[in-house]
């Protein structure tokens, strides 16, 4: 029998992507309702999906009452991620993606839906260096869509250091093994042999996949140290890139995301709709005077870093 070039990937590809969905970014400000809740002194992140997200904790009911900016109305959950700019001096244009997507994999492994009121954090912000880096857990790597890439030859969590003829790609695995007694005890198979810690369960994989317009924002292209700064990093680096996460999966559809099982893309329906009808609801900020969305006001705004 002979097997295709596609089918061999998606056989032996490190990862099957069973189901996903695209959300478009709603909202950018200096906040951080996991890290810093009921405050402005974060930095800037960018956020897609409900935008019942304040800079206070939700739980998965009050994000239920939100608009999504993503194609599936079954899923009101909050993602988010810092926001990318492009760097000139000190103005700092943001570099938008041209999708932002969330995978959820490794279904068949999955013993329970994501509960309710879930949340979690994938990445270090912190990091300053590869070694802070665990791209064998949560598999954080930047590269240039188009596959001509040097992430073999420089850090994999810093920028291509040439143009990427298509789109600049992150992708971040988030903890898949959850005591159901105590949701903030959390952690990944991977760090576990493959398997969750006794009296954990497992969950499906989320993955966020962002690619970065830079042919658009920076058409010039690079070649270097790129000209590009995450709003946790310095010019360059990949490393701070971080993702997070609150479960605003309806019941219904985060169980009917069990199913999705084979080798082929399950669309997630649910009663609020079919999963790839986006909605007709406008996205909005609930504050739109509180906080910035400025990125050196942000500095300020975390204490003159
Ligand atoms: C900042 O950079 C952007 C992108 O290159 C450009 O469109 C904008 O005019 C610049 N703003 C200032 C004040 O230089
Ligand atoms: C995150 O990065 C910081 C800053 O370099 C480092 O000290 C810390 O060990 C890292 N954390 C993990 C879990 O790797
Ligand atoms: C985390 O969950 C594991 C497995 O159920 C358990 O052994 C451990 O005690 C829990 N830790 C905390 C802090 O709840």
């Known amino acids: 029998m002979r097997v295709s070039a596609l089918g061999f990937i998606l056989l032996v ?58 194609e599936n109305p ?18 700092y244009t943001e570099i938008y993606p041209a999708t932002f997507k969330t995978y959820y994999e490794n279904v068949d492994k999955a013993e ?31 590269w240039c869509d188009t596959g001509a890439d040097d992430r073999n030859t420089r850090p994999r969590a810093t920028f291509p250091r040439s143009t990427c003829a298509a789109h600049m790609q992150v992708i971040l695995r988030f903890p898949d093994c959850v005591d ?24 499906v994989s989320l993955r966020f996949s962002v690619r970065y317009n830079t042919q658009k ?19 360059g680096d990949g490393y701070c890139f971080h993702g997070d996460f609150i479960n605003g999966w309806f019941d219904d559809a985060a169980k009917t995301m069990l199913q999705a099982k084979g080798q082929t893309f399950m669309r997630i329906d649910g009663a609020h709709g079919n999963g790839k009808q986006y909605s007709s609801c406008k996205t909005k900020d609930q504050n739109p005077t509180e906080g910035t969305s400025d990125y050196l006001t942000s ?3 975390m204490g003159g870093a």
């Open 13 to 70: 590809g490190y990862s099957t992507a069973l189901t996903d969905i695209e959300h478009k970014p709603f909202l950018r400000k200096n906040m951080d309702p996991i890290i810093f809740p009921g405050q402005y002194k974060s930095h800037m992140h960018s956020f897609y999906g409900s935008d019942a997200i304040t800079k206070d904790l939700p739980t998965t009911a009050e994000l239920q009452q939100g608009c999504p900016s993503g």
């Open 74 to 91: 079954n899923d009101l959950s909050i993602y988010w991620a810092p926001t990318l700019y492009y760097v000139q001096g000190d103005n």
């Open 180 to 203: 159901p007694n105590n949701l903030q005890n959390h952690t990944y198979a991977a760090m576990n042999g493959g398997v969750c810690p006794t009296g954990m369960k497992r969950m």
């Open 112 to 142: 329970i839906p994501f509960p309710p009121n879930f949340y979690a954090v994938a990445g270090n912000a912190s990091a300053k260096s590869q070694a802070d880096v665990s791209e064998n857990i949560n598999a954080l790597t930047w």
């Open 217 to 235: 924002a920076i058409p010039q292209g690079w070649s270097g140290i790129p000209p590009f700064q995450l709003a946790c990093g310095v010019l």
């Open 299 to 301: 500095l300020t705004a």
